[in-house]
């Protein structure tokens, strides 16, 4: 289903610098999920430059491991889908809609995850957010797990009028002006459900995220890499630094239009061709 046999499992788990066991364990799911988040890069660049991206495994590899770029949540997904089938997990792709504090307004399902099934245990498995999570948390509720510098609660709960589902929780970083939705310092971050999703449907949303003007990754620059103490984010023109346990607001500064390519370069480990490089430069307003 997700084209695992045509996965270079051998260039993807070296891109990844794994080198452990390839058995279908909570540990080998584990190693390999905060490998993916701190290896594999995460920016929109393609949908801002060209308005489309591609979800054929073999553009995908050759843009997220054989070349220095990266990919949004579905790029990200089609890649991770294709290595965890290829290694035998037991898996469902989900959807989930991303709320970042907004609870008012129903937003698209507009962020692919994994769910894994282990030994009648389920984990979340959210490699494609570009803060993701350093490892999977299990679907348990009312739950807080912290992977040593990031910490998350998940809730089961109403996520669209009459629907139960998940919501992941992340704590408001002070000084930045994030909503708390829950009153004791936690924001939530995405809901979804566990409805299976296929190929095809990932397929429809990416097309949606890459080409609708109603898209907020369609002509603003976004990259976001996540290290294991601090969080760079890039918004149009706008770089954040967030460091956990640092007190105060995040570092930021806007840069100039002709900075970017070079940050994204020497920070997010993005390389743009001299013509992409060109392109982007007059959307940077």
């Not at 051998?10 to 080998?28: N, S």
């Not at 995850?113 to 803060?131: A, K, N, T, Y």
């Not at 704590?171 to 708390?180: L, Y």
Request: include cysteine.
């Amino acid at each position: 289903m997700w084209h695992g046999d045509a996965l270079d499992l051998d260039a993807y788990l070296a891109h990844l610098g794994y080198e452990g066991d390839r058995a279908p364990t909570e540990e080998t799911l584990r190693a390999l999920h905060r490998a993916h988040v701190l290896s594999v890069r995460w920016e929109n660049l393609e949908a801002v430059l060209r308005k489309q991206r591609s979800l054929d495994l073999d553009v995908v590899q050759a843009k997220l491991i054989g070349g220095l770029r990266g990919g949004t949540c579905y790029e990200h997904i089609t890649l991770y889908a294709a290595a965890l089938e290829r290694l035998g997990f037991r898996f469902s792709v989900v959807q989930g809609r991303v709320q970042m504090g907004e609870t008012a307004k129903i937003r698209p399902e507009s962020h692919a995850m994994v769910v894994v099934e282990l030994g009648g245990r389920r984990l979340l498995s959210d490699v494609g957010f570009g803060s993701s999570p350093l490892e999977p948390i299990e679907l348990a509720d009312d739950i807080e797990v912290s992977d040593g510098t990031w910490a998350y609660r998940l809730r089961r709960q109403e996520v669209t009028p009459g629907a139960d589902g998940w919501a992941l929780y992340q704590p408001v970083r002070a000084g930045d002006g994030q909503p708390d939705t829950t009153g004791d310092g936690w924001m939530v971050r995405h809901t979804f459900t566990l409805h299976p999703q296929y190929p095809a449907d990932l397929r429809v949303s990416n097309h949606f995220g890459s080409s609708s003007p109603h898209s907020p990754f369609s002509d603003r620059v976004f990259a976001q890499r996540v290290h294991e103490d601090r969080l760079h984010l890039l918004d149009n023109r706008l770089l954040t630094t967030v460091r956990p346990g640092v007190p105060g607001p995040p570092e930021s500064r806007e840069l100039a239009a002709d900075e970017v390519p070079k940050v994204l370069a020497d920070v997010f480990g993005v390389e743009l061709s001299q013509r992409d490089a060109e392109l982007l430069l007059p959307k940077l307003v």
